[in-house]
């Protein structure tokens, strides 16, 4: 923790878990691209709960100012803030917070939310549902009894996960096995994608022999030429 200069405010605030910033370090700078599309994401520089909205507008090539704050900013610009927690998104000058509600936005303006209202009803369920695994998240997080802490983790690991893992892989088979919503890419996808690599990180590699399409479906996702260029160029940073 002492490397990191990370307060208990700043991690509250991004989602993140504490076990993970031993490792960290700043990048030596953040260098802001030129605005194509007038948006701006601002965050910590963290993936955190501004990773998914960054996997959408890099699958969706749009250009856009990735903002990364440093933990001194972090108070003052608080007050200005509608819901005073990050991440917000800058765009048609008005301010958007809740990290759920960009994703969708995003998703929705560029193409990613499926074709039909059908499709993104069905991009909202899988999400919605992968939002009721992540609900077992915080309370490790928050849990300070490392017994208890250790409890918790061992049933999301061997019962949470892999009751959800089957019910996901059901839903995905009954949609035709390659996509969620639609027979297409939708952010739905990407989401589990993404919530995907950080329970392997907090639970380790997940058992995928009863999953197959699930585990099809992670490999698709993690071959993309978009979402493989932004891995490989993003900061590193270890949440």
Known sequence: MASS????????SSGINAEYMGSYSDPSSITSSLIMSGIKLTYFNLKGRAELARLILAQAEVEYE???IEKE??????KGLP??????????????????TIARYLARRFGLAGKADIDAAEADQA????NDLMNNVLPIRKETDEEKKAELKKKLQMETMPSWMKMMEGLLTSKGGNYFAGNQLTWADIAIYHSSDMMKRMLGEPNMEECPNMKKLMETVNSLPNIKKWEEARPSTPF
Do not use: H
């Open 73 to 78: 900013e972090w108070a003052e610009l608080k």
């Open 83 to 100: 819901l005073g927690q990050l991440p917000v998104l800058e765009v048609e000058g008005q301010t958007i917070g809740q990290s759920m």
């Open 127 to 130: 999400v919605d549902a992968l």
């Open 66 to 68: 990735d903002c990364r």
């Open 5 to 12: 200069g990370i307060n208990a405010e700043y991690m509250v």
